[in-house]
C-alpha cells in the first residue's frame, strides 16, 4: 500500500503523480506478467490496481525474463524508460537526498582505520583503499598493483594501478574482458598531448588528463610516455580477472568496428543531476555496453544512504571527505579508491569546500544514476 501518492508540485493534476521519490525493488518470477502503474494513483505500487481509469494513463507491462531477476520499477513515474527507474527521481528536486552527518545515529559510527594493505574495510566488502607507495610491482618502465580484485570479495568488475614511466611499457592485456582506462595523470596542461598516449592493438589515442579510454575484449595496450611526467592510470576490468597478460609483440587485432575509444573530460558534456554534475566518459555510445564510466562532481554534502545494483569503483581526483556505511565510515582523499559491492548500503560524504571530484566505473550497468 503506497500512503504518500501526492501531485507533482505546481502540477495541474493531469500529470502522473509522484509514487514515491525512488523506485522500487523487485526480485521477479519467470514467464510472470507484471503490469506497472505509470499513474502513480495505485495504491498497490510499484504494481496497477486499475485507478487509472479515466485519466488517460495506462499501465506497462513487464514478462520476467529469469527466475529471482532484480529490477528497479519506477517510483516518480517520470522515467524515460518505462518500467523501469532511469534516474529521473534525482532531478525531481534542487539538491541530491542528503543526510545529517552530525546527527546522533551517525555520530555514533566509528572511524575505520586501514589494515596493513591500505584497505579500510567497511560492511559488506566495501573499502577505501589508499595507493601502497613504494610497493608497486614492476615490470620494464611499468610499475603496477592490483587494487580491487576477487579476494576482497569483488564479483564483476577487478581494477589495477598503472603507472609508467618515460619509454614505452610492456604490452598487456585482460583477455576476454572490457578494460576502462582512466587517465589520473598524463601531459601536462599547455604541453603536447601525444607526449602521452595509449596504443590500443596498434592504434594510438591521446592519453589526456581525467580522459576515458576503452580496449575491447581481446586487444592488448601499452602506455607510451615521451614526457617528463608519469602517466598514471586506472584499469577497470570487466568482467574481471585477477592478473595482466603480458604480450610479447602488439596484437594487430583493434577492432575497427568502434573506432572511438578515448573520451576527454569536457565541462561542455556535463549532465546536472540536483546539485551534482556528472559526465558520462566511456559508454554505449562508443560501444561499452555492459560496463560505463563517468567522471563527477558533489558539493559539500553526506548523501543519504542508498544502494545499486551494479557493482561500482571510484577514484577520488579531488577533494576529501568519509565514505560511509551502516557500522563504519573511513576517510578519503584525492588518490584513494573506493569499492562498492552490488546492493550494499553506503553513503559518500564530501567534506572539503572546493567539494569533491571522482571517476567512477559501473558494471554490470550503464546508469550511474540509478539508486535506491
Ligand atoms: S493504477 Fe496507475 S497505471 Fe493503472
Not at 100 to 110: F, G, K
Not at 131 to 142: E, H, N
Not at 321 to 345: H, N
Amino acid at each position: 500500500m503506497n500512503q504518500d501518492a501526492h501531485e507533482m508540485p505546481g502540477g495541474t493534476g493531469d500529470g502522473p503523480r509522484i509514487a514515491r521519490t525512488k523506485p522500487f525493488y523487485a526480485e521477479l518470477e519467470k514467464g510472470k506478467r507484471y503490469l506497472w502503474c505509470a499513474c502513480g494513483r495505485s495504491q498497490d505500487q510499484p504494481y496497477c490496481d486499475g485507478s487509472h481509469r479515466g485519466t488517460g494513463f495506462a499501465p506497462v507491462a513487464y514478462v520476467a525474463r529469469e527466475d529471482g531477476e532484480e529490477v528497479l520499477f519506477c517510483g516518480c513515474k517520470r522515467t524515460a524508460g518505462p518500467p523501469f527507474c532511469d534516474g529521473a527521481h534525482n532531478n525531481l528536486r534542487e539538491t541530491y537526498d542528503e543526510d545529517d552527518p552530525r546527527s546522533a545515529e551517525n555520530a555514533a559510527i566509528p572511524v575505520v582505520a586501514a589494515d596493513g594493505g591500505g584497505k579500510a574495510r567497511l560492511d559488506g566488502g566495501c573499502f577505501v583503499f589508499t595507493l601502497p607507495r613504494g610497493k608497486l610491482l614492476a615490470r620494464g618502465a611499468l610499475k603496477y598493483c592490483p587494487v580491487i580484485g576477487r579476494a576482497d570479495g569483488a564479483l564483476h568488475q577487478s581494477q589495477f594501478y598503472l603507472e609508467a614511466g618515460p619509454g614505452e611499457s610492456p604490452v598487456l592485456g585482460f583477455g576476454a574482458s572490457h578494460v576502462i582506462l582512466f587517465v589520473a595523470q598524463g601531459s601536462g596542461e599547455g604541453h603536447d598531448e601525444r607526449e602521452c598516449e595509449v596504443s590500443i592493438s596498434g592504434r594510438r589515442f591521446a592519453a589526456a588528463p581525467l580522459s576515458g579510454l576503452h580496449v575491447r575484449p581481446g586487444e592488448a595496450f601499452q602506455l607510451l610516455n615521451s614526457s617528463a611526467t608519469t602517466l598514471k592510470v586506472f584499469a577497470a576490468v570487466c568482467p574481471q580477472a585477477d592478473g595482466p597478460t603480458w604480450h610479447d609483440a602488439m596484437p594487430d587485432n583493434f577492432d575497427a568496428d568502434y573506432p572511438d575509444r578515448a573520451v576527454p573530460m569536457d565541462p561542455g558534456a556535463r549532465r546536472s543531476m540536483a546539485d551534482r554534475f556528472f559526465q558520462m566518459l566511456v559508454d554505449k555510445r562508443i560501444g561499452s555496453d555492459v560496463a560505463a564510466q563517468f567522471i563527477g562532481e558533489i558539493p559539500v554534502s553526506k548523501a543519504a544512504p542508498h544502494r545499486h545494483l551494479y557493482e561500482e569503483s571510484l577514484v577520488v581526483i579531488r577533494g576529501a571527505g568519509f565514505m560511509w556505511t551502516p557500522t563504519g565510515k573511513a576517510p578519503v582523499k584525492a588518490g584513494d579508491v573506493i569499492f562498492l559491492p552490488r546492493k550494499q548500503i553506503h553513503s559518500l560524504e564530501c567534506t572539503g569546500p572546493g567539494g569533491m571530484m571522482l571517476m567512477g566505473v559501473i558494471y554490470p550497468g550503464d546508469n550511474p544514476s540509478i539508486n535506491y
